[in-house]
């Protein structure tokens, strides 16, 4: 206990660095052209710039890698309480059919071709999580369970954040010359893009039909990080060990589970779900800067010209496949 409680200084310091991060970035994607991005990404090129100008001083070092960890898995978990169940209820069988079988086509395209070029497996994994879930929050979900190194987190945060950011800009383009009603075009938007905030971004273009139906499609897709969270911890156990049946599980998953229940059966109220999901974001964004103010110069040799291509060619694939079965199911 003396212990934990002498290292509070130390750890509050890094801290309030992380902190200090993640609210500048979050005023900087309110304006153009941080908007198309993100707060999350946002505060990842806000750690960075602070490491390569000013400098993170070593005593800090302790608190911002605690906000990385601990505070990422308590951003996650309360971010549960954005999404309400119901909502995905309501969409419909067809639009949870679309967003979970484009998840499942782009996971699978990118992690399969990435290994056939010989791109690293990890940052392959969670470049391939990231576009077909939900960004940043899946990559930085699933890399403790499969122990990746920062570098390798960050590189494949990066690469979702430039390719996500292209797309996302491109559908307010594309809109006019899709064929599609409010609707179908919120769906494709919350079907096929990565973070959450580009799915956003894209969908305004629609009107507030597509952007709420965005915003539920996109969730739908955030609430599918569970089983893959989990389906991944089980061949994580599997490969590294063949005989144990202990399964490293991600128990955050379960926190963002058990929040998501409370938001479906009323058990929170309208203030403090809206109190939850800002936390969430504040937390996810001291993560993120903190991932930031950690990457080493080296993270950016890390970056493959291959794994880039791979996310561009799978977040194509993603788009087309989720624009037919929009055209066919809706």
């Given at each position: 206990m003396?212990?934990?409680?002498?290292?509070?200084?130390?750890?509050?310091?890094?801290?309030?660095?992380?902190f200090?991060?993640?609210?500048?970035?979050?005023?900087?994607?309110?304006?153009?052209p941080?908007?198309?991005?993100?707060?999350?990404?946002?505060?990842?090129?806000?750690?960075?710039?602070?490491?390569?100008?000013a400098?993170?001083?070593?005593r800090?070092?302790?608190?911002?890698t605690?906000?990385?960890r601990?505070?990422?898995?308590?951003?996650?978990?309360?971010?549960?309480?954005?999404?309400?169940?119901?909502?995905?209820?309501?969409?419909?069988?067809?639009?949870?059919?679309?967003?979970?079988?484009g998840?499942?086509?782009?996971?699978?395209?990118?992690y399969?071709?990435a290994?056939?070029?010989?791109?690293?497996?990890?940052?392959?994994l969670?470049?391939?999580?990231?576009?077909?879930?939900?960004?940043?929050?899946?990559?930085?979900?699933?890399?403790?369970?499969?122990?990746?190194?920062q570098?390798?987190?960050?590189?494949?945060?990066?690469?979702?954040?430039?390719?996500?950011?292209?797309?996302?800009?491109?559908?307010?383009?594309?809109?006019?010359?899709?064929?599609?009603?409010?609707?179908?075009?919120?769906v494709?938007?919350?079907?096929?893009?990565?973070?959450?905030?580009?799915?956003?971004?894209a969908?305004?273009?629609?009107?507030?039909?597509?952007?709420?139906?965005?915003?539920?499609?996109?969730?739908?897709?955030?609430?599918?990080?569970?089983?893959?969270?989990?389906?991944?911890?089980?061949?994580?156990?599997?490969?590294?060990?063949?005989?144990?049946?202990?399964?490293?599980?991600?128990?955050?998953?379960?926190?963002?589970l058990?929040?998501s229940?409370?938001?479906?059966?009323?058990?929170?109220s309208?203030?403090?779900v809206?109190?939850?999901?800002s936390?969430?974001?504040?937390?996810?964004?001291?993560?993120?800067?903190?991932?930031?103010?950690?990457m080493?110069?080296?993270?950016?040799?890390?970056?493959?010209?291959?794994?880039?291509?791979?996310a561009?060619?799978?977040?194509?694939?993603?788009?087309?496949?989720?624009?037919?079965?929009?055209?066919?199911?809706?």
């Amino acid at each position: 206990m003396k212990r934990f409680a002498s290292s509070i200084p130390t750890l509050l310091s890094g801290v309030i660095f992380t902190f200090i991060a993640a609210v500048l970035s979050s005023a900087l994607a309110e304006i153009a052209p941080f908007s198309a991005m993100g707060a999350l990404v946002t505060a990842i090129l806000l750690g960075v710039f602070w490491r390569f100008t000013a400098g993170v001083p070593e005593r800090a070092l302790p608190g911002i890698t605690f906000s990385s960890r601990h505070l990422l898995r308590l951003g996650i978990i309360l971010l549960g309480a954005r999404l309400h169940l119901g909502d995905i209820y309501e969409a419909g069988f067809n639009a949870f059919f679309i967003a979970a079988s484009g998840l499942l086509i782009a996971l699978l395209f990118i992690y399969f071709v990435a290994k056939a070029l010989k791109v690293d497996k990890t940052l392959s994994l969670l470049t391939a999580c990231g576009t077909a879930i939900c960004g940043a929050s899946a990559i930085a979900a699933i890399a403790p369970i499969v122990k990746a190194e920062q570098k390798t987190t960050t590189a494949s945060i990066a690469i979702i954040a430039v390719v996500g950011t292209v797309f996302s800009i491109s559908y307010t383009f594309l809109f006019p010359f899709l064929g599609m009603n409010a609707y179908e075009y919120g769906v494709l938007s919350g079907g096929t893009l990565h973070e959450v905030a580009h799915a956003v971004a894209a969908s305004e273009a629609g009107g507030t039909v597509s952007e709420d139906h965005a915003l539920v499609i996109k969730l739908t897709r955030v609430a599918l990080l569970i089983p893959v969270a989990l389906g991944i911890a089980m061949l994580q156990s599997r490969r590294e060990n063949q005989s144990s049946h202990v399964i490293p599980v991600p128990w955050f998953i379960f926190g963002f589970l058990a929040m998501s229940l409370a938001n479906t059966f009323n058990l929170l109220s309208d203030f403090t779900v809206a109190f939850m999901v800002s936390a969430s974001y504040v937390f996810l964004g001291m993560a993120m800067a903190g991932f930031g103010m950690q990457m080493p110069a080296a993270s950016f040799k890390t970056i493959s010209l291959k794994m880039f291509t791979v996310a561009v060619c799978g977040s194509l694939l993603l788009s087309f496949s989720g624009y037919v079965l929009i055209e066919v199911m809706l």
